[in-house]
């Protein structure tokens, strides 16, 4: 319709337009390369961006785990919004990760993290014998002691 414009874009959290547990709206105002542009049909701002708080991070996490884009038609045209290509996108991206660096009579060392939030201390279970559904749990512990740069840099942060 216009393409110049920067247009609104609702995002919803945890779920779809109608059932996702919260909402925000962006403009799509950021500089954007040419390739947007012409994707767009003109304009040079396109892009936006927004920050998760707890509050968005806590919707993901108590509905269906994705996140949601709609583009709002520029001339308010009823049933012409339309959800975004490659949306939803599912917000937990990676698994979490870590590495056993020893065990002996009197200590069990590592680390462990998760890139979808680099600065949480996370859970481990410690299982004996084997796996998890295999092995005997035997305890929990937080990965919270500092880490040296190389774990950060491999965690994210």
């Not at 959290?13 to 403009?27: D, Q």
């Not at 806590?58 to 049933?79: E, L, R």
């Amino acid at each position: 319709d216009e393409p110049s414009k920067s247009i609104n874009v609702n995002i919803y959290f945890g779920g779809s337009a109608g059932t996702g547990a919260y909402m925000v709206s962006a403009i799509a105002s950021d500089p954007s390369e040419a390739a947007v542009k012409n994707l767009c049909g003109g304009g040079d701002n396109h892009r936006f961006s927004i920050e998760a708080d707890e509050t968005m991070i806590d919707a993901i996490k108590s509905g269906d785990g994705k996140v949601y884009a709609y583009g709002i038609d520029t001339m308010g045209g009823a049933g012409k919004n339309s959800q975004l290509n490659h949306s939803p996108k599912l917000a937990n991206q990676h698994n979490p990760q870590g590495y056993l660096d020893s065990v002996n009579d009197r200590q069990i060392r590592g680390w462990a993290c998760d890139k979808d939030e680099p600065s949480k201390s996370i859970e481990v279970k410690i299982y004996f014998g084997g796996p998890a559904g295999t092995g005997a749990y035997m305890v929990s512990a937080i990965a919270s002691d500092p880490s040296e740069a190389a774990v950060k840099d491999l965690c994210g942060g």
